[in-house]
């Protein structure tokens, strides 16, 4: 039998091939490789980020699911809770204790119950609704807070981008 | 491409040097010692066997692993950076020993760590990879078996040269070679684990405990090699700098190893005792799908208190990082658990250690709302006595009833009764007493009278936290017991559920026994009035048969009843929603 982690991930996937969430698509980038997956988010409507779609990585640790993975989005990112090389910074994705920030509460964090699908719905929220007290980019969130036209034009440049559209 | 420019400029060079030496000297002996002592042509030469040692091991790493994966090549960067600084520190060490053949075998020995490095990260992947080939158990085992003799080999081989020629550098190469005999060792543990689990069908729930055991193990084992390694360094040469830092991974290693293992230890001790096993009848209500591992739970499953069902193997992992419910976050360590031996606890202090009285916040609510403010107020009645009037006026004008009795009977505090709770406070609950807040005001002796006093009053704290907890398992069971008769009385209109309620009420009433009377009858006349809805409206369906529970009470116009029927509304609105 296959480590626990593999089947989990594997059940993980067959249930987002068959009944996938809308918006969002995500399976390993090698099939060998169950612990490396690249997935698709589409920007909520409604948002800055509507219309774009953002590649991102998910790396799986040997003992998923009772550690958190780690999410990098793969394209430029301007927001306030995505740190400039692209890695998220969510309370989902943060095992209970480790707090990098000091402002989440334990009742979002990492647990087994949590799921890729859910962490990616969280992202698409996050994308759709900025926490601005999180750091994890400052000029992102400042920005975010005082001086929402430029926000907008920076997403809406990096949304063209994702798309391939020339700016 | 590159690689392959620089082998065959560097194949150039050395022919040319070669040709060189041997165009001058016309024969063999004289070609050798001229290259030897030329700086440039040994330098030649030195690249020239970089590159063929590197090609060699590009060779036999195709050979052993195939394609390396990338995450497997980064790990074998970064390990190999630091070891090569830390043979630099050891060249500093040996300076005197700075000889070809002495860089050759330090040498040897990185090509060969590197390779048990590789061995080590495949075989974890073992666990993670969705296919493993006959070709892969071939190559790990044909690595492993020259890994290991090369290994063994070089271990004799210095222990010998030590005995004969008294320590010299054979000294760190029998210790790094015995270091990585125990690493060997270690995998080739690991990958018969592997290969056991790989083979069953099933799921096998014991591999983690020995994985954990093996690691602390071997954990050990190197930690008394690095510790026996610096002692003997440092009484025969000089402190073996270059041993510090894996020596620091490994000991941090262990230490982790140990951790685990007492945490393992701790969560599958607090299964066996403190949570039953899920029946088939639990499963078949629950989803029946392990939230930790997504698998249906067909074999061991446990129930913690919140009602959640885990595979028992899923649950012991999880239990090592955290001790909460993986779908809840109930904390498992300090939830009360609804036990069966609830008699006569009030005399026998329970063997849980009792939190701070002062600091820990009490789970649900605090049963005595004015104690912080009492603990402001009003210094225990015996230091109470003996207060020298330098007491600030604050606490003297402020009423203590205290006071005027001034005897070892502590003060009792007012009650805030929840609404939600099904019972008043018992009499067994003595308040804490409280202690004085000014010490620096009294004499040595008055202190030392209030030492044995404050004993008294600290005993009399605990108890009384005691007598809480004690309560707070009382109102879980008694909770449980208004679902279940609820329930039993709303789906089975046979005479079974009356039996089935009853005895649970057998397991509550001695706690309530010391209760009011008002309070111990409460779970009966709920059990009798669930009894008689079910004679009544045997063919009733659910909702009814709560409605004729409500209705019944309903007859009775008492303050006291009006109260209770409110109450168990309370209780059955959320039964009725689940249903
Ligand atoms: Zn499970
Ligand atoms: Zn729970």
């Known amino acids: 039998m296959a480590g626990s982690a593999l089947r989990r991930l594997m059940a993980e996937y067959k249930q987002l091939t068959l009944n996938p969430p809308e918006g969002i698509i995500a399976g390993p980038i090698n099939e060998e490789n169950f612990f490396e997956w690249e997935a698709l988010i589409t920007g909520p409507e409604g948002t800055c980020f509507e219309g774009g779609v953002f590649p991102a990585k998910l790396i799986f640790p040997p003992d998923y699911p009772l550690s958190p993975p780690k999410m990098q989005f793969t394209c430029e990112m301007f927001h306030p809770n995505i740190y400039a090389d692209g890695r998220v910074c969510i309370s989902i994705l943060h095992a209970p204790g480790d707090d990098p920030m000091g402002y989440e509460s334990s009742a979002e964090r990492w647990s087994p119950v949590q799921s890729v699908e859910k962490i990616l719905l969280s992202v698409v929220s996050m994308l759709a609704e900025p926490n601005d007290e999180s750091g994890a980019n400052v000029d992102a969130a400042k920005m975010w807070r005082e001086n929402r036209d430029e926000f907008n034009k920076i997403a809406e440049r990096i949304v063209r981008r994702t798309l391939g559209i020339p700016t | ?579």
């Open chain 2, 1 to 579: 491409m590159r690689a392959l420019a620089i082998s065959l400029f560097s194949v150039a060079l050395t022919t040319i040097v070669v040709a060189n030496a041997y165009y001058q000297k016309k024969q063999f002996y004289p070609s050798v010692v001229y290259i030897t002592k030329s700086n440039p042509s040994m330098a030649v030469i030195y690249i020239q066997a970089f590159i063929l040692v590197l090609l060699t091991g590009k060779l036999m790493s195709k050979v052993f692993f195939g394609q390396l994966r990338t995450a497997e090549f980064e790990h074998l960067m970064e390990r190999a950076w630091y070891a090569i600084t830390e043979t630099c520190l050891a060249f500093t060490v040996f300076r005197d020993d700075f000889t070809p053949k002495f860089v050759a075998l330090f040498t040897l020995l990185l090509f060969l760590k590197s390779f048990h490095w590789l061995a080590e990260d495949r075989v974890d992947y073992m666990e993670r990879s969705p296919v493993i080939s006959m070709l892969f158990h071939m190559r790990v085992l044909f690595l492993l078996l020259v890994l290991g003799s090369l290994d063994f080999h070089f271990v004799q081989h210095a222990y010998q040269s030590t005995m004969t020629n008294g320590a010299s550098v054979q000294l760190v190469f029998g210790f790094e070679y015995a270091i990585l005999l125990t690493m060997v060792a270690n995998i080739t543990i690991k990958y018969v684990l592997h290969t056991i689990d790989l083979s069953s069908d099933a799921p096998w729930e014991d591999k983690a405990v020995f994985l954990l055991y093996t690691e602390l193990v071997m954990g050990l084992i190197k930690v008394i090699l690095y510790v026996a390694f610096v002692a003997i360094m440092v009484r025969i040469h000089t402190l073996p700098l270059f041993a510090f830092r894996p020596m620091y991974y490994t000991i941090r290693d262990f230490k982790k190893a140990f951790n685990d293992v007492i945490l393992s230890r701790r969560a599958i001790h607090n299964m066996n005792t403190l949570y039953p096993d899920a029946t088939p009848e639990e499963l078949q209500a629950a989803d029946n799908v392990c939230i930790i591992c997504r698998e249906e739970m067909t074999t061991a499953s446990k129930k913690l208190p919140c009602n959640h069902i885990f595979h028992t193997a899923c649950l012991r992992s999880w239990f090592q990082r955290q001790q909460t419910c993986p779908t809840c976050r109930l904390n498992i360590l300090r939830a009360p658990t609804p036990t069966t031996q609830q008699p006569r606890q009030e005399q026998r202090p329970r063997p849980q250690p009792v939190p701070n009285p002062f600091g820990a916040p009490l789970p649900f609510f605090n049963p005595f709302q004015p104690l912080p403010n009492e603990n402001a107020q009003a210094p225990a009645p015996d230091a109470n006595q003996a207060v020298p009037p330098t007491t600030p006026p604050a606490q003297t004008t402020i009423p203590q009833p205290s006071r005027q009795g001034g005897t070892q009977q502590p003060p009792l505090p007012q009650f805030t009764v929840s609404p939600f709770m099904p019972f008043s406070f018992p009499r067994f609950m003595s308040p804490p007493p409280i202690p004085p807040q000014n010490f620096r005001s009294l004499s040595s002796e008055e202190l030392r009278r209030m030492e044995g006093n404050e004993r008294e009053n600290v005993e009399a704290r605990i108890k009384c936290l005691q007598n809480i907890q004690v309560m707070l398992d009382a109102a879980v069971l008694m909770m449980n017991q208004y679902t279940l008769s609820i329930a039993t009385s709303s789906t089975m209109p046979s005479p079974v559920p009356q039996t089935s309620t009853e005895t649970t009420n057998g397991n509550a009433e001695p706690t309530a026994t010391s209760n009011s009377s008002k309070e111990t009858e409460e779970p009966n006349d709920n059990s009798s009035s669930s009894g008689s809805s079910a004679s009544v409206g045997s063919s009733n369906a659910s909702n009814h048969a709560s409605v004729s529970l409500t209705e019944t009470d309903s007859t009775v116009i008492s303050p006291e009843e009006e109260l209770r029927r409110r109450r168990l509304q309370r209780f059955q609105q959320p039964v009725e929603q689940q249903q």
